[in-house]
C-alpha cells in the first residue's frame, strides 16, 4: 500500500467517524420579522424623523420614488451624519422604541423553555436590531439575525449595504427575499448540522412577509398581525395564493403564544430525535455505508431543493 493510499484511507475514516458523531435532531423553527412585529414602530422612519423636517435631498426623494429602500436610508444616514446627529443619539432612540405587547416573554419562553431555534429575517439592519436585542436581553435567544448589514464608519457615518441582490422572486425587494433566506436556513441546518423542522412558524406583519410564508409546508404556520397588510393580503387572495401552512392570526406576543400553546402540534415534549427507522443507523451503530448513503440522500434533497421553487 503505497503512503498516498494508506493517508486517503485515514481520511475516508475521519469523515466517516465525523459523519456518525452528527446525530439526526427533530427541532422547531420560528422565523420572525421585527419592524411592527417584534418591535412596535418602524425602525427606519423613527431613526429617519431625527432629521429636522426641513432636512432632505434631492437623492432621497428620487430613491424613495424609485423603490430602493435601503439606499433611501443610506442616504438618510448620510444627512443625519451631515446634521451632527450622534451614534449615541441613533442607539438610544432605537432602544427606547417598545416592543409590541408579550414579545420579549414570546421569544424567552420559545427559546428557553420550549427549546425552539429562533432567528429573524428583517430588511431594517444589523446595528438596529442588534442594539433592540442587546438593551432587551434577547440576543442570545437568536440562532442568527438576517437583516441588511451596517456599521458605523470611522467618522461615525452610519452605512448599510444590501442583504443580498435578487430579482427572480417578484414578491420581494431586490435587496431581500424573505422566503429565499429561510429556504437556505432550513437547508443549511439539515446539511451541516442534521437539524429537520418539524413546524416552522413565520411571524410577521407587512407584504414583504407573504413570499416566506407561500414556501411553506402544510406542517408549518404562517403567523399574521391581526389588521396589517400580510393578514389582509392572505384573507383577500386566499383562494389564488394556495397557502399550505396553517393561518394564525395574532393581536399580541400574549396572543400567539397562548395560541401556539394550545396546537395539539406542540402538545408533545422534545420531538423525536429519530423518528425514522431507516435512518436509524446514522449515529448509532452503522456502517460507513449508511453514513455515506445518508449524506448521498441529503446532497440530492439540497440539490433538488435549490432547482424547485419551494423545497417542501
Ligand atoms: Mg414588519
Ligand atoms: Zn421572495
Not at 107 to 132: G, P
Request: net charge neutral; with cysteine; charged share 25%.
Amino acid at each position: 500500500m503505497s503512503s498516498n493510499s494508506s493517508s486517503d484511507a485515514v481520511a475516508v475514516a475521519k469523515a466517516v467517524a465525523s459523519c456518525r458523531l452528527v446525530k439526526q435532531q427533530r427541532r422547531r423553527l420560528a422565523a420572525f420579522d421585527f419592524d411592527h412585529t417584534i418591535v412596535s414602530q418602524n425602525t427606519d422612519t423613527v431613526v429617519r424623523d431625527l432629521l429636522p423636517t426641513e432636512v432632505t435631498s434631492a437623492r432621497a426623494h428620487e430613491l424613495v420614488e424609485n423603490d430602493c429602500w435601503t439606499e433611501y436610508m443610506g442616504e438618510v444616514f448620510r444627512l443625519l451624519h451631515e446634521q451632527q446627529v450622534p451614534e449615541a443619539r441613533i442607539r438610544d432612540t432605537i432602544r427606547g422604541i417598545p416592543e409590541v405587547p408579550g414579545f420579549v416573554r414570546l421569544i424567552k419562553h420559545l427559546a428557553k423553555r420550549m427549546q425552539f431555534d429562533l432567528i429573524i429575517i428583517s430588511d431594517s439592519n444589523s446595528v438596529f436590531i442588534e442594539e433592540w436585542l442587546r438593551a432587551h436581553n434577547l440576543a442570545d435567544c437568536f440562532l442568527a439575525v438576517f437583516t441588511n448589514p451596517a456599521e458605523f464608519d470611522a467618522t461615525g457615518r452610519l452605512v448599510v449595504r444590501a442583504h443580498h441582490q435578487q430579482s427572480d422572486c417578484k414578491l420581494s425587494a431586490s435587496n431581500l427575499c424573505k422566503g429565499r433566506v429561510l429556504e437556505h436556513f432550513v437547508i443549511e441546518q439539515d446539511l451541516r448540522r442534521s437539524i429537520r423542522y418539524d413546524h416552522v412558524f413565520y411571524v410577521g406583519d407587512g407584504n414583504n412577509d407573504i413570499c416566506p410564508v407561500l414556501r411553506q409546508r402544510a406542517c408549518d404556520f404562517a403567523c399574521a398581525r391581526s389588521g396589517f397588510a400580510m393578514e389582509k393580503h392572505l384573507l383577500r387572495n386566499r383562494s389564488k395564493l394556495k397557502l399550505r401552512a396553517q393561518l394564525l392570526v395574532w393581536k399580541s406576543g400574549f396572543d400567539l403564544m397562548d395560541q401556539m400553546l394550545a396546537l395539539p402540534q406542540l402538545q408533545t415534549q422534545a420531538p423525536n430525535p429519530n423518528p425514522n427507522p431507516n435512518l436509524g443507523t446514522v449515529g448509532d451503530g452503522g456502517g460507513p455505508e449508511d453514513g455515506q448513503a445518508e449524506m448521498a440522500r441529503r446532497a440530492s434533497a439540497a440539490a433538488s431543493a435549490g432547482q424547485a421553487k419551494s423545497p417542501n
